[in-house]
C-alpha cells in the first residue's frame, strides 16, 4: 500500500520553533480582533477535554482547541486513517451554554446543566453537544468562542466595507 505512508516527525529544536511561530500567528490574529492578551482567547488556544455526546451510551472524550487562524476548531480523533478535524467558526451558527438542545436534553441528566455547551451549526449540519468538565470550564469555552466570532463577523464587515465602499 504505497498511498499510506507515515508523516515525518519534527525533531525538538523544530517543533520548538513551529510551536513559537504559532504563537506569534495567534497573537497578531488576536490583534486583529481586538483580543489580544485576552484570557478567554488564551485558554480556547492552549484547548482543553470535552465530553462529545451522540446517544446516551455514547461518549467519547476529545481534545479540542482553537488553531492560531482564530477561524478553525480543531479536534483530535483516535481513528486511524482520519485526519485530526476540525470545523470552522464560520458554519457555526451559535455556541449555547446549557442543555439548550434536544439531544443533551434527551441524553444528558439535570445535574450536568451548568457543565453543557452545544455548538449550533449553520444549514443541516447536526449539533456538537459537549460536556466540559466544570461549570467555569464550559463558561471559558461559550464566552470566548462568542469574542472570537464576534471579532471576526466585525472584522469580516470592516473589510467588505472597505473593499466594496
Known amino acids: 500500500m504505497s498511498c499510506i505512508r507515515k508523516l515525518r516527525k519534527r525533531t ?35 484547548g482543553g477535554d470535552l465530553i462529545k455526546v451522540k446517544s446516551r451510551s455514547w461518549r467519547k472524550t476529545r481534545y479540542f482547541r482553537l488553531n492560531e487562524d482564530l477561524k478553525t ?10 485526519s485530526n ?26 445535574s450536568v446543566e451548568d457543565r453543557c455547551l452545544s455548538f449550533i451549526f449553520k444549514g443541516r449540519r447536526k449539533n456538537l453537544d459537549l460536556i466540559a468538565s466544570s461549570k467555569e ?14 471579532g471576526m463577523h466585525s472584522l469580516n464587515r470592516q473589510q467588505n466595507s472597505e473593499q466594496y465602499p
Not at 476548531?73 to 482520519?82: I, L, P
Not at 478535524?85 to 439535570?110: A, P
Open 12 to 46: 525538538k529544536s523544530q517543533e520548538f520553533v513551529y510551536q513559537e511561530q504559532c504563537k506569534i500567528v495567534a497573537h497578531e490574529n488576536g490583534k486583529r480582533i481586538g483580543l489580544e492578551g485576552d484570557p478567554d482567547l488564551q485558554f480556547l488556544l492552549n
Open 73 to 82: 476548531m480543531w479536534q483530535e480523533t483516535s481513528k486511524t486513517f482520519k
Open 85 to 110: 478535524s476540525g470545523f470552522s467558526l464560520e458554519d457555526v451558527d451559535s455556541v449555547r451554554y446549557g442543555r439548550q438542545t434536544d439531544g443533551l436534553r434527551k441524553y444528558t441528566d439535570s
Open 137 to 150: 470550564e464550559a463558561k471559558k469555552w461559550v464566552s470566548g468562542l462568542e469574542k472570537v466570532m464576534t
